[in-house]
T-cell receptor, first 112, second 112 residues
Framework: DGGITQSPKYLFRKEGQNVTLSCEQN?????MYWYRQDPGQGLRLIYY???????QKGDIAEGYSVSREKKESFPLTVTSAQKNPTAFYLC???????????FGPGTRLLVL | KNQVEQSPQSLIILEGKNCTLQ??????????LRWYKQDTGRGPVSLTI?????NTKSNGRYTATLDADTKQSSLHITASQLSDSASYIC???????????FGKGTMLLVSP
């Protein structure tokens, strides 16, 4: 069953804690992305990667970090520097940057 | 500034009725326009994608139109079903760039 998966579905973060959100795809897509979605706002790009071992900052990269060691995986770490992390996080992938993006089911991050 | 504006913000219709959602954009240079459907708590799913030369695209009961001169697009839903209840997001891509600009979405509720 091909697709893009995210885990966990819900994640709780304590003050000062780093947390990592998982994103895996078996679509053989080169490009992967992380978006943040807040109520009443459009999706905002955090980071994107066009190829393994390469990634670029999006519009709201501060307080986040990523890695792209494998084509299939693009984990996002929400660091303690991100002061307002509560949001719905969406991972997506596409054949390349100009093609349709396919989204995962999302991870909802809540701060305790 | 590149912007995508959607209207209405929310809409309630009776099951079986038709509806039309609007999208106006100021994105330039324009490359393509996409409509996504997002069920509550899930990732967006692509409905249609149109390039500059296309003025209509259908996907089952969903028909998207594009007027590149006036920078307007619409999504028409025919014979609505309860499962159409979702947020519909208009997304515009820039030519020569890899950036997408997302609208805030129209929340549609189909009532029995």
């Amino acid at each position: 069953d091909g697709g893009i998966t995210q885990s966990p579905k819900y994640l709780f973060r304590k003050e000062g804690q780093n947390v990592t959100l998982s994103c895996e795809q078996n679509l053989n897509h080169d490009a992967m992305y992380w978006y943040r979605q807040d109520p009443g706002q459009g999706l905002r790009l955090i980071y994107y990667s066009q190829i393994v071992n390469d990634f670029q900052k999006g519009d709201i990269a501060e307080g986040y970090s990523v890695s792209r060691e494998k084509k299939e995986s693009f984990p996002l770490t929400v660091t303690s520097a991100q002061k307002n992390p509560t949001a719905f996080y969406l991972c997506a992938s596409s054949i390349d940057r100009q093609e349709t993006q396919y989204f995962g089911p999302g991870t909802r991050l809540l701060v305790l | 500034k590149n912007q995508v504006e959607q209207s209405p913000q929310s809409l309630i219709i009776l099951e079986g009725k038709n509806c039309t959602l609007q999208c106006n954009y100021t994105v330039s240079p324009f490359s393509n326009l996409r409509w996504y459907k997002q069920d509550t708590g899930r990732g967006p799913v692509s409905l249609t994608i149109m390039t500059f030369s296309e003025n209509t695209k259908s996907n089952g009961r969903y028909t998207a139109t594009l007027d590149a001169d006036t920078k307007q697009s619409s999504l028409h839903i025919t014979a609505s079903q309860l499962s159409d209840s979702a947020s519909y997001i208009c997304v515009v891509g820039l030519s020569g760039y890899s950036t997408l600009t997302f609208g805030k979405g129209t929340m549609l509720l189909v009532s029995p």
